[in-house]
C-alpha cells in the first residue's frame, strides 16, 4: 500500500522568499507522484508530475520538484514565492497506470507574507 | 485541454434531503471516474470507484446504500447522498482519467460543497 507525509501543515514564507514544501512517499513499487495546488473552495490543479526520467520536473507557476529515491521523497520547491502562491498543496501518490486512484498526503497550507 | 465539471458547485439543503452531484468529462471519454471527499482542513480520501456499465467499487467504510454512484455513460457519473444529515458535510470532489490519452493523470473536477442544515 502508498502513503504520504507532508511535514507541516502550516508553511508562512515572505514574498520574494525560497519556498519549500516537503513531501515524503511510501509505495512497494516505484510510484507516480503528483503535486496539485488547491484554492478555496476549489478543485485540485496539477502543478507537475514526475512519472519515469528525469528526476527534477518542471511544472506552472514557476515550481519543480524533484524525485529522490534514496530519500522517498519529492519536495516542492520555488525560488521566489508570490502572493498569489498562498493557497493548499497536496502531494499525491499513484501506482503505476494512471487509472488507479490516487493517495494525497494531508496537504501544506502556504502562506505568503507581504 | 481535458476539462471534467462538477454541478452544482454548492448546495444547501435540510436534513432528510437527498443530494445528486453530477461529474461530467466534457471532451473525452471516462471508463473511470473517482470520487473523493475532504472534511475541512482535511485531505481527499477516496469514497469509491465508479466504473462505467458496472457497479462501483467502495473503500472501507463508505456505505454504498448512503452513497449511491452511477455511471451509465461514458461522460458522466453522478454521486447522490442519500437522507442526508449534517454529518454528511462537507467537499466532494470527483475525478475522471481520459481513456485516449493512455497514460494521463486524472483530472479533477472543482468540487462540490455540501452543506445539511
Known amino acids: 500500500a502508498q502513503s504520504v507525509t507532508q511535514l507541516g501543515s502550516h508553511v508562512s514564507v515572505s514574498e520574494g522568499a525560497l519556498v519549500l514544501l516537503r513531501c515524503n512517499y511510501s509505495?512497494?513499487?516505484?510510484?507516480?507522484l503528483f503535486w496539485y495546488v488547491q484554492y478555496p473552495n476549489q478543485g485540485l490543479q496539477l502543478l507537475l508530475k514526475?512519472?519515469?526520467?528525469?528526476?527534477l520536473v518542471k511544472g506552472i507557476n514557476g515550481f519543480e520538484a524533484e524525485f529522490k529515491k534514496s530519500e522517498t521523497s519529492f519536495h516542492l520547491t520555488k525560488p521566489s514565492a508570490h502572493m498569489s502562491d498562498a493557497a493548499e498543496y497536496f502531494c499525491?501518490?499513484?501506482?503505476?497506470?494512471?487509472?488507479?486512484?490516487?493517495?494525497f498526503g494531508p496537504g501544506t497550507r502556504l502562506s505568503v507574507l507581504p | 485541454g481535458a476539462v471534467v465539471s462538477q454541478h452544482p458547485s454548492r448546495v444547501i439543503c435540510k436534513s432528510g434531503t437527498s443530494v445528486k452531484i453530477e461529474c461530467r468529462s466534457l471532451?473525452?471519454?471516462?471508463?473511470?471516474m473517482f470520487w473523493y471527499r475532504q472534511f475541512p482542513k482535511q485531505s481527499l480520501m477516496l469514497m469509491a470507484t465508479?466504473?462505467?456499465?458496472?457497479?462501483?467499487?467502495?473503500e472501507q467504510g463508505v456505505e454504498k446504500d448512503k452513497f449511491l454512484i452511477n455511471h451509465a455513460s461514458l461522460t458522466l457519473s453522478t454521486l447522490t447522498v442519500t437522507s442526508a444529515h449534517p454529518e454528511d458535510s462537507s467537499f466532494y470532489i470527483c475525478?475522471?482519467?481520459?481513456?485516449?490519452?493512455?497514460?494521463?493523470?486524472?483530472?479533477f473536477g472543482d468540487g462540490t460543497r455540501l452543506s445539511i442544515l
Open positions: 475525478s475522471a482519467r481520459d481513456l485516449e490519452r493512455g497514460n494521463q493523470p486524472q483530472h
Open positions: 509505495s512497494s513499487v516505484p510510484p507516480y
Open positions: 514526475y512519472t519515469t526520467g528525469a528526476t
Open positions: 499525491a501518490v499513484s501506482l503505476r497506470g494512471y487509472g488507479q486512484n490516487f493517495v
Open positions: 471532451d473525452f471519454q471516462a471508463t473511470t
Open positions: 465508479s466504473n462505467e456499465g458496472s457497479k462501483a467499487t467502495y
